[in-house]
């Protein structure tokens, strides 16, 4: 069974600093990796996805994240965050055959200090 | 993008009344939909997957008699909660795919207070 696990609860960071959210993950082939952004109290905003290719991946809003196969990972990056940055990042992983049926990892909540 | 758009975004219900929710993909056939519950400061939880034309394939723990999900149309896919309880009070979110899509794309969400 696919899982993610996204270690972090809380990141605190200040405007204008660089930010990773990390996010490790479970399957036994590659797999399709997303993060998602959530406002308060609004669905799910897709950033960026990894299917296939280059390793490194350039999503909306300045993000990108690296699949790093080695060490099952799919981390976030922005080299300087904005206040409205500060929400809810959620990683999720999908199988990479038959249907899409992700799964979420626990999310990360940002909080951005000016 | 691809829209999702789910109705209502708040709503208020007393115990024991059944409440329905609607997602709506505005510019593609939705060929699959996804319903998630939400808890405070917490994952999605997936609750069902709908094909249209099909019955819904609900997760292990998710009771099919409450959570009743419909999925008429390529457009629409309903989630009634029937008989609910303030338990049943979270955030709502549906999520919806096309048949050639890698990818879902989510509605905004409904935030259910049962009183």
């Known amino acids: 069974a696919q899982s993610v696990t996204q270690p972090d609860i809380h990141i605190t960071v200040s405007e204008g600093a660089s930010l990773e959210l990390r996010c490790n993950y479970s399957?036994?082939?590659?797999?399709?990796l997303f993060w998602y952004v959530q406002s308060p109290g609004q669905g799910l905003q897709l950033l960026l996805k990894?299917?296939?290719?280059?390793?490194l991946v350039q999503g909306i809003k300045g993000f990108e994240a690296e699949f790093k196969r080695s060490q099952s990972s799919f981390n976030l990056r922005k080299p300087s965050v904005h206040w409205s940055d500060a929400a809810e990042y959620f990683c999720?992983?999908?199988?990479?055959?038959?249907?899409?049926?992700?799964?979420f990892g626990r999310g990360t909540s940002l909080i951005v200090h000016p | 993008g691809a829209v999702v758009s789910q109705h209502p975004s708040r709503v208020i219900c007393k115990s024991g009344t059944s409440v329905k929710i609607e997602c709506r993909s505005l510019?593609?056939?939705?060929?699959?939909m996804f319903w998630y519950r939400q808890f405070p400061k917490q994952s999605l939880m997936l609750m069902a997957t709908?094909?249209?034309?099909?019955?819904?394939?609900?997760e292990q723990g998710v009771e099919k008699d409450k959570f009743l999900i419909n999925h008429a149309s390529l457009t629409l896919s309903t989630l009634t909660v029937t008989s609910a309880h303030p338990e049943d009070s979270s955030f709502y979110i549906c999520?919806?795919?096309?048949?050639?899509?890698?990818?879902?794309?989510f509605g905004q969400g409904t935030r259910l207070t049962v009183v």
């Open positions: 999720a992983v999908a199988s990479s055959g038959g249907s899409y049926i992700p799964t």
């Open positions: 399957y036994g082939a590659t797999p399709y």
């Open positions: 999520s919806a795919s096309d048949v050639a899509s890698t990818e879902a794309f």
């Open positions: 709908s094909n249209e034309g099909s019955k819904a394939t609900y």
């Open positions: 510019d593609f056939q939705a060929t699959t």
């Open positions: 990894y299917f296939s290719g280059d390793t």
